[in-house]
T-cell receptor, first 115, second 110 residues
Framework: GAVVSQHPSWVICKSGTSVKIECRSL??????MFWYRQFPKQSLMLMAT?????????EQGVEKDKFLINHASLTLSTLTVTSAHPEDSSFYIC???????????FGPGTRLTVL | QKEVEQNSGPLSVPEGAIASLNCTYS??????FFWYRQYSGKSPELIMF????GDKEDGRFTAQLNKASQYVSLLIRDSQPSDSATYLC??????????FGEGTQLTVNP
């Protein structure tokens, strides 16, 4: 299977600061990357879909100005949580699709805690 | 009606038994179906995918798809304690987007 990495694996920040999370496809070119959020004991919630070189498509209810997504290359997408607040604390997971695969491969996730 | 529905469980089976996980979906146009396993505190891991009606086997895992009934299942034979996890059913509903069920928590008791 294909390998997707995320960095950092966990981050703690103060309320009001911005946090950037990186998602990389290590051994294939990801034409599409997805960002999910998961709260404890809940399922994955898709936040946005991004295609390389174009603007991300956000799901209903997700603030595009708060969750900035950049997919500048076929191996890298970034999610920036701007002006983070405690309610943004969650497990953020990216996935990638491409390289001839129909499946989505998930990164290991980033646990964000906003104090 | 939710797009993808799973029994939330928890489902508990003894070691060595068959665990049966079920999923129904609402969009008749769905073409691709996936089962992911998620251990507590970790991200989902792809176990199997199935596109055609019938059964697909991979080791101890068998996925079954019935498009007429809008039903997909996952059977785990010879269940092991290491299979204890939450199993997520995912359906490709539009484009490359996946819709996930809420997951079934499986516990395999030694």
């Amino acid at each position: 299977g294909a390998v997707v990495s995320q960095h950092p694996s966990w981050v703690i920040c103060k309320s009001g600061t911005s946090v950037k999370i990186e998602c990389r496809s290590l051994d294939f070119q990801a034409t599409t990357m997805f960002w999910y959020r998961q709260f404890p004991k809940q399922s994955l919630m898709l936040m946005a879909t991004s295609n390389e070189g174009s603007k991300a498509t956000y799901e209903q209810g997700v603030e595009k100005d708060k969750f900035l997504i950049n997919h500048a290359s076929l191996t890298l997408s970034t999610l920036t949580v701007t002006s983070a607040h405690p309610e943004d604390s969650s497990f953020y997971i990216c996935s990638a699709r491409g390289g001839g695969f129909n499946e989505q491969f998930f990164g290991p996730g980033t646990r964000l805690t906003v104090l | 009606q939710k797009e993808v529905e799973q029994n939330s469980g928890p489902l508990s089976v003894p070691e060595g038994a068959i665990a049966s996980l079920n999923c129904t979906y609402s969009d008749r146009g769905s073409q691709s179906f996936f089962w992911y396993r998620q251990y507590s505190g970790k991200s989902p891991e792809l176990i199997m995918f199935i596109y055609s009606n019938g059964d697909k086997e991979d080791g101890r895992f068998t996925a079954q798809l019935n498009k007429a009934s809008q039903y997909v299942s996952l059977l785990i034979r010879d269940s092991q304690p290491s299979d204890s996890a939450t199993y997520l059913c995912a359906v490709n509903t539009s484009g490359s987007r996946l819709t996930f069920g809420e997951g079934t928590q499986l516990t395999v008791n030694p």
